[in-house]
């Protein structure tokens, strides 16, 4: 672990008279595994929607490798280098599988928005967006349409789409919901390879507690807005806090 | 299941899917429009011939609309504005504005036209981007874009009606030339100078929606949020497609202000935002082409229409009776075939045909070799780099 990557300060967001995210502070380091947990409606996606501008905070700061990222637009914040999936799952339907990670490709190439250039198979983009099919095990689905994959296949291209903008953080919402047991092993072994061969760093919404305790580096816990408590997954599994706020309420 | 060598050992036995004939029939197509009217010229066929460039101008139109609907995602229904914008501006050049006003004629056979078109484009250009700013500024997207975009065209309409001076009022502009007449066959030369016009579009649209830009576009019509996810600036593009679209409509109101000969306000109105709405519903909107069919379709079957429910009925009632009828075709297509005609066109396309293997070799050539048949998806479609063939 070389440091932080990712700093966010006092994080606040409110709508209306519900506080959703409330005073949240948050460190993501280098290279690591990192959950947010809590129960439904805790803020989870809240927090990511502030960390990526999708949303305006009502107060904190967001600082990526240094930089501070908080007052930029949403579609620059890719540009900085953050990827993000989406809870629900956020694809080009009507694309094939392989234009719905190539167009995502092609946001780190040359004259990305230019009229006159023309995508080709040899581009460099063409060969990032194929890697990332690989990376999810979609490059046998290439040429199908997005829309016929399966559920289970489609939340994988979801992850396909962040990859192929090429992030140093990914932000992933709930990767495995509705997912088949073996879809979810499928999913695990994903993150795991993104931080060991990848040299990633995966910050991770999942109710999957089992999955979340076995690879995270840490585990920050999210009750009604706030931070509850964070700390290795033996620290959180520990916690008497999280046990009658979080764990208590599966059990 | 799909690997290169075994669909390419398939292929001689079922034959090559028409659709990858591509470069064949749209060079028979262009042929067709080129030679068609040269050989089945005659003095009676003025009507025939000039239902034909009214369709081509009318595609146009319906063109620009597609760019934005089928792209962009956004549906106008201002595009009567941007083309209004260039028939009033052409009309009002070749029907000498400047001399009378200025006093300073203008070549009319060279000039005047060029004028026209520049500045007919240049207006909706600038009021297409201005709109698209402020309304993408304010956030306002979906439904409530076109609902801008039908405010600005009753709007337009009303200033058009009011600044009689220049616009001539309720009557529009009359008596409006031929553009660059060539005698004998002025009817002829006008075809061709739209044909011309049209083509040249055509191939600028495709051109567009193939390249980097066209393709983000596209993403942003399949799903806006992950467009823009991934790093593209949704409104900028969204702004900038609305432009290029509204230069596409001035033109086709630039043909069309001297081949109908004049230009009054329900051409500037949403009216003609509205039906263009309906001729690409029917052709099947994002494809480029389907702006042409539905266009010619919808125009030819309303032209005829009375002839083929006359014997049953009379004429009044035949008049009365097809707007219903219409309103019943135009919404069974949109619920039972959202891709309109050019869902049937490309199932055509699948059918495979048998081809000698030299003739397959030359069109994987010239269709890039990837350019895999597939509805919809065609702009997208593209196979992985070669780096990962078995
Ligand atoms: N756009 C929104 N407008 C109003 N309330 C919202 C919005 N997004 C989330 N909320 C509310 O904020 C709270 C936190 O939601 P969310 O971040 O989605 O929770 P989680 O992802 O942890 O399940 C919930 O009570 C939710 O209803
Ligand atoms: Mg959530």
């Not at chain 1, 999955?211 to 931070?227: E, F």
């Not at chain 2, 000039?111 to 600038?126: E, K, N, R, S, T």
Request: hydrophobic share 50%.
């Amino acid at each position: 672990m070389i440091g932080a990557i990712l700093e966010a300060r006092a994080l606040t967001k409110r709508f209306g008279g519900l506080v959703a995210v409330d005073d949240v502070d948050l460190l993501v380091n280098r290279n690591t595994v990192h959950s947010l947990i809590g129960p439904n409606g805790a803020g989870k996606t809240t927090v990511f929607n502030l960390l990526c501008g999708l949303m305006a905070s009502d107060g904190g700061t967001v600082t990526f490798e240094g930089r501070d990222i908080g007052v930029l637009p949403f579609h620059r914040i890719t540009l900085e280098g953050i990827g993000r999936s989406f809870q629900r799952t956020q694809v080009f339907p009507d694309l094939t599988t392989f234009e719905n990670v190539r167009v995502a490709a092609q946001t780190r190439q040359p004259r990305r928005l230019s009229p006159f250039r023309v995508p080709r198979g040899s581009d460099p983009g063409s060969d990032t967006a194929y890697r990332a099919l690989e990376i999810v095990g979609l490059a046998d689905r290439a040429t199908e349409r997005a829309d016929i994959l399966s559920h289970g296949e489609q939340r994988a291209l979801d992850v396909a789409i962040a990859l192929a903008t090429q992030p140093r953080l990914l932000l992933l919402d709930e990767p495995t919901s509705g997912l088949s047991v073996g879809e979810v092993a499928n999913m695990t072994d994903l993150v795991n390879r993104l931080r060991s061969e990848l040299a990633m760093t995966v910050l991770l919404v999942e109710h999957n507690v089992n999955l979340v305790m076995n690879i995270s580096d840490v585990i920050t816990v999210l009750h009604q807005g706030r931070v509850l408590e964070e700390g290795s997954p033996d620290a959180i599994r520990g916690s008497r806090a999280v046990a009658e706020a979080y764990l208590g309420t599966d059990a | 299941m799909k690997s290169g060598p075994r669909s390419d050992a398939r292929a001689p036995r079922n034959g090559v899917p028409l659709e990858q004939l591509r470069p064949l029939w749209s060079a028979g197509l262009v042929l067709t429009l080129v030679l068609l009217p040269l050989c089945l010229w005659r003095e009676d066929m003025i009507f025939e011939l000039n239902f034909l460039t009214g369709m081509l101008i009318w595609g146009l139109l319906a063109l620009s609309l597609d760019l934005v609907w089928g792209y962009g995602g956004m549906i106008s229904l201002g595009q009567g504005v941007f083309f209004g914008a260039g028939g009033y501006a052409m009309a009002w050049f070749l029907t000498g504005g400047i001399t009378h006003r200025v006093g300073r004629a203008p070549d009319p056979e060279l000039l005047a036209p060029l004028f026209g078109l520049g500045v007919g484009i240049a207006l909706a250009v600038v009021l297409a981007l201005g709109i698209a700013f402020l309304c993408f500024r304010s956030r306002v997207g979906g439904l409530f874009f076109a609902i801008v975009t039908l405010a600005l065209a009753v709007t337009a309409k009303l200033l058009v009606i009011t600044w009689r001076p220049v616009t001539g009022g309720d009557n529009g502009i009359i008596n409006i030339p031929r553009l660059f007449r060539v005698d004998p066959e002025p009817e002829l030369s006008q075809y061709f100078i739209v044909l011309a016009a049209v083509l040249a579009a055509y191939w600028i649209c495709r051109r567009l929606v193939a390249s980097h830009f066209g393709r983000v576009l596209t993403a942003i019509r399949e799903n806006e949020l992950r467009a823009s996810s991934i790093g593209f600036n949704v409104n900028l593009a969204k702004t900038l497609i609305f432009g290029v679209a509204a230069a596409i409509a001035a033109l086709a109101g630039a043909l069309f202000a001297p081949y109908n000969g004049n230009v009054n306000p329900i051409h500037i109105g949403f009216e003609t935002g509205a039906i263009v709405l309906i001729w690409v519903a029917i052709g099947g909107r994002g494809f480029l082409l389907g702006a042409f069919i539905g266009t010619f379709l919808v125009q030819y079957v309303r032209f005829y229409m009375t002839d083929i429910i006359a014997p049953f009925m009379s004429v009044t009632t035949a008049n009365s009776v097809w707007p219903l009828i219409f309103g019943f075709v135009f919404l069974g297509v949109i619920l039972l075939y959202p891709d309109g005609m050019m869902g049937l066109v490309h199932r055509i396309g699948a059918w495979r045909v048998p081809l000698p293997e030299s003739l397959r070799r030359a069109l994987a050539r010239a269709n890039g070799a990837d350019a895999l048949p597939r509805p919809r998806a065609v702009e997208g479609a593209r196979t992985p780099p070669s780096g990962s063939a078995p």
